[in-house]
T-cell receptor, first 112, second 113 residues
């Protein structure tokens, strides 16, 4: 299994541009999550999903959107990039009832 | 808890010594606890977990201790190696929270050769 994969690894955006961060897992996990990690800080939950077609807001959802059309994929969309969205973004997944989340390698995003 | 400031606490240990990394949590309803290791430029990696019906759990070179009375969690690493140098995070979740983890402040472990 590849586990949780994320693309791209790095990206630089200009203010106002949009982009989609991709996340895919091949462990057949129902639950998926998006986090952001700012320098020297812990992880903050942006959005999560408990299954295909179901998404919900986390702690810091403003400026982001998600969709979950399949079990495997959970893309994160930034519509109007702002400098405050400069961060490292991690996707994670877990199986129901286990609580253990498995993380992808992250996407480093810079908005200039 | 929330992180404040830009610098994580740092624990410096001599190679071969034992390391103890501590974490306090605030949610009395939390019943699942987990430790992650994050190396530079990588995603968090699962180390060990524990449920609230236990107070100690051992893995390979690592032990997690849970004190529910004082809401305290610790990670012990035996015979610390240079490869253990990383940022360590504790996280918690109560039952029924859709496995949403609340992450604590990270602690940087630096191993001196």
């Amino acid at each position: 299994n590849a586990g949780v994969t994320q693309t791209p690894k790095f990206r630089i955006l200009k203010i106002g541009q949009s982009m989609t961060l991709q996340c895919t897992q091949d462990m057949n996990h129902n639950y998926m999550y998006w986090y952001r990690q700012d320098p020297g800080m812990g992880l903050k939950l942006i959005y999560y999903s408990v299954g295909a077609g179901i998404t919900d807001k986390g702690e810091v959802p403003n400026g982001y959107n998600v969709s979950r059309s399949t079990t495997e994929d959970f893309p994160l969309r930034l519509e109007l990039a702002a400098p405050s969205q400069t961060s490292v973004y991690f996707c994670a997944s877990s199986a129901p009832g286990t609580d253990t989340q498995y993380f992808g390698p992250g996407t480093r995003l810079t908005v200039l | 808890g929330e992180s404040v400031g830009l610098h994580l606490p740092t624990l410096s240990v001599q190679e071969g010594d034992n390391s103890i990394i501590n974490c306090a949590y605030s949610n009395s309803a939390s019943d699942y606890f987990i430790w992650y290791k994050q190396e530079s430029g990588k995603g968090p990696q699962f180390i060990i977990d524990i449920r609230s019906n236990m107070d100690k759990r051992q893995g390979q070179r690592v032990t997690v201790l849970l004190n529910k009375t004082v809401k305290h969690l610790s990670l012990q690493i035996a015979a610390t190696q240079p490869g253990d140098s990383a940022v360590y995070f504790c996280a918690e979740t109560p039952t029924g929270a859709n496995s949403k983890l609340t992450f604590g402040k990270g602690i940087t472990l630096s191993v001196r050769p």
